[in-house]
């Protein structure tokens, strides 16, 4: 009779620990949908395997012979693929939070697209510094509109890659090879590009703002580390509601030369941060304290901001035009709403001159706000406390 599943397992860590058992040898096998969280791969026969949404949660596939395997929407939390064959594989919509890829070989491949609002637990980002893929072989990888932002791919391999479209930012490609890679329309906002090689690589319209290392015009620029740390490990935060990452703590940071343009960074302190003049336009900022921080000039067109906190902040001529401000849902601890929603407080704030046209303050509390030359009638304040 064939052994069952959890048995063949079993004769591979065996086997792996050199305890007699079996190697795991399992062309074309078929784990779809299979829950396998915690197990022992490392060095297994698995070419052309299928693993599409299965739970391989803290799995180990270290060394492992992957080729041509399809990993579609699997959970790859925490996974390592440290030195495996990922040829020709497949990782379209996989969650990839902590996941580890150093020294794997994915050329060939086709590489993430994992979009949060795919799924309610899609995660696209890893560990400290994202998915982990230094020095990962992604030669010929055709990934247009992947997303791998904060990924780690320093001194990672990626000749001739098709990343057009892709979203890298405050990924860390330091030292990578990216020779006739083609990064056309991709976002490197943040990314570290330092040492890297982009001879013949299409950088046709990549958005490379705030990007350390090189610029358009060849300039050498420098960002804070520990700011692109932050930010990588606050999105993992986000993305696994809270369980891996950690909450974003901005509070008394120079930020004034960086772009938060897009980026998604609910529930961050940025209490006393320096941000003049900084773009977010865009961005989700929902439950962020910005207690007393510097937002002079800032660029707030069209930001998420419900339930923020910008008590004391100074926000003379800042550009609030279309932003919502509105009351935040609050969510129980499975993300889901309870009902309860928390204002946004502006008391105290210098709105001096800012630009409020179609900002939404519905419920905010603008108690003892500066609002001098401030357009405030052009805005709607329904329920709004200014006094």
Same mark, same amino acid.
């Given at each position: ?77 925490? +996974? ?21 890829? =150093? ?35 992604? *030669?010929? *990888? ?31 490609? =330091? ?23 982009? !001879? ?39 993305? *696994? ?10 509070? =008394? ?37 910005? +207690?007393?921080?510097?937002? *002079? ?40 709403? +309870? ?12 709105? !001096? ?35």
């Amino acid at each position: 009779m064939a052994k069952k599943l959890p048995e063949i397992l079993a004769d591979h860590v065996l086997w792996e620990t050199r305890k007699r058992g079996r190697r795991l040898d399992m062309p074309w096998g078929n784990f779809v949908g299979h829950s396998l969280k915690n197990q022992n791969f490392r060095q297994a026969r698995l070419p052309g395997a299928r693993f599409e949404d299965a739970d391989l949660s803290d799995s180990d596939f270290a060394g492992a012979d992957l080729f041509a395997a399809c990993f579609d929407n699997a959970f790859l939390i925490g +996974t390592k693929f440290i030195g495996a064959d990922l040829r020709g594989s497949s990782f379209r919509g996989a969650m990839l939070a902590e996941a580890d890829f =150093t020294g794997a070989d994915l050329s060939g491949g086709v590489l993430f697209d994992a979009r949060p609002d795919v799924k309610a637990k899609n995660f696209a980002t890893g560990n400290v510094k994202g998915a982990d893929m230094r020095d990962a072989n992604l *030669t010929g *990888t055709r990934s247009p509109g992947c997303i791998m932002e904060g990924a780690f791919l320093a001194g990672a391999t990626l000749r001739g890659a098709d990343l057009s479209g892709a979203r890298l930012a405050a990924a860390d490609l =330091t030292g990578a090879d990216l020779v006739g890679a083609n990064l056309r329309g991709a976002d490197l906002r943040a990314a570290v590009l330092a040492a890297a090689d982009i !001879t013949d690589a299409n950088l046709e319209g990549a958005d490379l703002d705030a990007s350390t290392g090189l610029s358009p015009d060849g300039e050498r620029h420098f960002l804070d580390p520990d700011i692109r740390r932050l930010l990588v490990r606050h999105r993992t935060w986000i993305a *696994t509601a809270g369980s891996r990452g950690a909450r974003a703590d901005f509070s =008394t940071h120079d930020m004034t030369s960086f772009s938060l343009a897009g980026f998604d960074l609910s529930g961050a302190s940025f209490k006393g941060s320096s941000l003049p003049g900084v773009c977010m336009q865009e961005g989700t900022f929902r439950l962020c304290d910005f +207690t007393d921080a510097d937002l *002079t000039c800032a660029n707030l067109r069209n930001a998420i901001l419900q339930g923020v906190t910008f008590i004391g902040a100074k926000l003379g001529h800042a550009d609030l035009t279309n932003a919502d401000l509105s009351p935040a849902p609050i969510l129980d601890a499975l993300n889901r709403p +309870t009902g309860r929603t928390w204002a946004s407080n502006l008391s105290n704030a210098n709105m !001096t001159n800012a630009k409020v046209e179609g900002t939404n303050f519905e419920r905010a509390n603008l108690t003892g706000a500066k609002l001098d030359g401030c357009e405030i009638n052009a805005a709607s304040t329904v329920g709004a406390r200014r006094w």
